[in-house]
């Protein structure tokens, strides 16, 4: 079986996959910066008491949930065009991650802040503290800390969903799989090396959650009662 | 200091205040108590706003709660809060947990609010403890840093729900002593508790609630030896027992 194997392809491709896994990389750096952004402000106007502002980012939440990443690329990418707005791959590709990413890292942060507990809110209140002054010196400092695990674990999706950018036709990891593959009739060449490029990303990805965990580890939280 | 005018407040159908009128004047210290569920905790919150009246008039320092003109953050920094559970900030030392508030909200510059921070911090016995975190703390230690946290805004009027009934029974006295320590330097008071040694030594009065409503005021000479009405007879004979 094993002879059917060709190493000396895939070195004769390393390149090409040198660019893929550059290029997912930082489109996934770049996605995911924008998914926090889109992830903050959903997750700011839905913890507001005005409807007017919760409503739209519960509805937009439930709508990314709701519906495959894949139907939503495909909208950006075919249905926007239709709409009038023309915008490069790699642009379209960005967005849907980052608006898709987003609806779950609001709902992770949301999660985070309400984890905070009520006694530490009135502790606030009871010295005078605005609403701003609270989220800033005694909310938002807890909440980071229950929250980085999970935003690395949404980091490792988002990595992972970068693959269907492939099917725009985005060179990256899986398009690099999908080159080899066609070119030189060896998908598991191809496949394999995709695979083995996610798993070096995936590593990399846990050990900085590791590394945070221990590094959050440092200061002692919780209070003995 | 503090004055309630036939206060009513209900949660939803439950009538947990019910028409109390009361007041405390400067310097005197209060001591609240009564079953649980009487409504006593309540009353304290409503004093600084973590509870909103329905009607009638509450008056704290001058100002009356509800009103346009009133600044309830601005108030509040002239009212201190002692709860049942400590809420010590938990990322934060005990040294940064008392300089939180006067460096943002009364905006005291670090160096000074700092000093102040550790002199109010040994006062209260824990002057080897500035960088300790709450979790590294005794039960009876964290509420003597809460207690110093509130000292530190130099407020007119300090509050505490129950500020023992956490604890166990050997950090109760510790905690006593340093609220005795308040009180006797003349700290407007009003104390949720159940502690009559506490009662006896420092409080002017005692006011007994059940079921939402003063029932009886009195000093704690007069109270203690001598209740006036069959339920304040029932609960002293309850907790005195022990």
């Not at chain 1, 952004?37 to 409807?51: F, H």
């Not at chain 1, 949404?154 to 969903?161: G, P």
Request: proline share 4%; aromatic share 8%; hydrophobic share 50%.
């Amino acid at each position: 079986m094993l002879e059917n194997f060709s190493f000396r392809t895939i070195v004769e491709y390393l390149p090409l996959f040198g660019q893929g896994f550059a290029a997912t990389l930082w489109l996934s750096i770049v996605s995911f910066a924008g998914a926090l952004a889109v992830g903050i402000i959903l997750c700011a106007m839905n913890l507001q008491r005005s409807r007017l502002l919760q409503l739209p980012a519960k509805i937009y939440i439930d709508a990314i949930r709701a519906t495959p990443l894949l139907a939503q690329l495909y909208f950006l990418y075919f249905g926007l065009p239709r709409l009038g707005v023309v915008l490069p791959e790699l642009i379209v590709g960005i967005l849907a991650l980052a608006l898709n990413s987003g609806a779950y890292i609001a709902e992770i942060i949301r999660a985070g802040i309400l984890s905070i507990s009520r006694g530490q809110v009135e502790a606030g209140i009871a010295s005078g503290m605005t609403y701003s002054q609270r989220m800033r010196l005694v909310i938002l400092p807890q909440a980071i800390r229950v929250t980085i695990p999970p935003l690395l674990g949404q980091a490792i999706v988002l990595v992972k969903d970068s693959a269907l950018l492939s099917l725009i036709s985005v060179a990256e990891l899986t398009r690099a799989g999908q080159l080899l593959a066609s070119d030189r009739f060896m998908p598991a060449e191809g496949f394999l090396t995709t695979a083995a490029c996610y798993l070096v990303l995936y590593y990399g990805l846990k050990s900085l959650a590791v590394l945070s965990a221990r590094w959050l580890g440092v200061r002692p939280i919780g209070s003995r009662t | 200091m503090i004055e309630f005018r036939g206060v009513n407040k209900w949660f939803g159908a439950l009538h947990v205040l019910k028409d109390i009128t009361l007041s405390v004047e400067p310097r005197e210290v209060v001591v609240v108590c009564g079953p649980s569920g009487s409504g006593k905790s309540t009353l304290i919150r409503c004093i600084n706003g973590l509870e909103t009246i329905k009607d009638g008039d509450l008056v704290v320092d001058g100002q009356r709660l509800g009103d346009r003109a009133t600044n309830m953050t601005e108030l509040r920094t002239e009212i201190g809060f002692v709860f049942q559970a400590f809420n010590l900030y938990p990322h934060k030392t005990a040294l940064e947990n008392v300089t939180l508030a006067p460096i943002h909200v009364r905006k005291i510059a670090r160096g000074e609010a700092e000093a102040s921070g550790r002199e109010m911090l040994a006062k209260v016995g824990l002057g080897d403890k500035f960088n300790a975190y709450p979790s590294e703390l005794s039960g009876g230690q964290q509420q003597r840093v809460a207690i110093a946290r509130c000292l530190c805004m130099r407020p007119k009027i300090m509050l505490f729900d129950e500020p023992t009934s956490a604890l166990d029974p050997e950090m109760i006295s510790e905690v006593l002593d340093v609220m005795v320590g308040v009180a006797e330097e003349g700290m407007t008071m009003m104390v949720v508790t159940h502690e009559m040694g506490f009662a006896r030594k420092v409080a002017q009065r005692v006011v007994f609630m059940d079921a939402g409503a003063v029932v009886e005021t009195g000093t704690p000479e007069e109270f203690f030896s001598d209740p006036k009405t069959d339920r304040s007879r029932a609960f002293l004979s309850k907790i005195l027992r022990h």
